[in-house]
């Protein structure tokens, strides 16, 4: 336990991403706490917490990624379990939050599994939510306890910065992420462009469009995610066919689930630049994917959440190319 402002603070992390929970640690100054995460034969999950939590504000790292009713579930007992051993306060950070494309009702009879899974979140007895880069900005909304969605841009801005590429153009690749490449592209004062596109069924895209000039341009695509990767490579190909002289990618979640990897290797893509929201297998590795750390930014932020401080500075940038870390 760390006393910090006057208060007792406890951080833990579950199964999903230890190495980053490790990290958000050394940001702040934390050693983990200890708790053992119990996997039973008939797929029951179990929490025990082996130290005292009595009137502690405590902080839990879990992403939700894949296997994703599995973390959720952890997350879910982890707090039932800190509210019985009377913690003050519950602190979830879920730098990935799964279940977040469920959004919306995109067609009749579906579920809004992102409401569903905010309200399961508070009914275990979540005071505080910390994420990173919400597939939908309104996610927040879902929530009747303070939510704060930090934002992988200044990780991601910064790889690109220390690349000093020629004749940038940051890319959109749909029109919902106009306003993320937009504030990329403020970063590396470059233009932008969009690519117009339709989706006729979940993990499939079809490039319509690329509105803006893209000739000769060392692309950006900046996304919230890449899944399948069958957008990315789409898209791609789209700019190199429009006379786009290289093709980069970055993102902040790497779910890279199916054939991604393999789809990636195989393209024309120079380089795929994720975080480490999710934890990624020995054989996700590929020499086409670059993966920047989000610990800092998240360690500093809980710091400043328990000192009662802005969170505002941690996204403030100078865009001096000399000046160019956080302000």
Known sequence: MAIIDGKKIKLFSLSANRALAQEIAEACGLALANCDVVHFADGEINVSINETV???????????????????MELLIMCDALKRASCKSISLVIPYYGYARQDRKAKSRQPITAKLVADLIQAAGANRVITLDLHAAQIQGFF???IDNFMGLPVLS???????????C????????VTRARAFAQ????????????RP??????????IGNVEGKTCIIVDDMIDTAG????????????????????????VLSGPAIQRINDSQIVEVVITNT????PEKESPKIRICSVGSILGHGILRIINDESLSGLFTYSYDKTKRDLL
């Open 54 to 72: 009595r009137g502690c504000d405590v902080f839990v790292v879990q992403p939700t990624s894949a296997p994703a009713n599995d973390h959720l």
């Open 144 to 146: 009747n306890i303070p």
């Open 158 to 168: 910064n790889y690109f910065l220390d690349k000093n590429l020629d004749n940038v």
């Open 170 to 177: 940051v890319i959109s690749p749909d029109h919902g992420g």
């Open 187 to 198: 970063v590396l004062e470059a233009p932008i462009a969009i690519i117009d596109k339709r």
């Open 201 to 210: 069924e979940p993990n499939k895209a079809e490039v319509m469009n690329i």
């Open 231 to 254: 957008t990315l490579v789409a898209a791609a190909n789209a700019l190199l066919s429009k006379g786009a002289a290289k093709v980069y990618a970055c993102a902040t979640h790497g």
């Open 278 to 281: 999710i934890a990624q297998a």
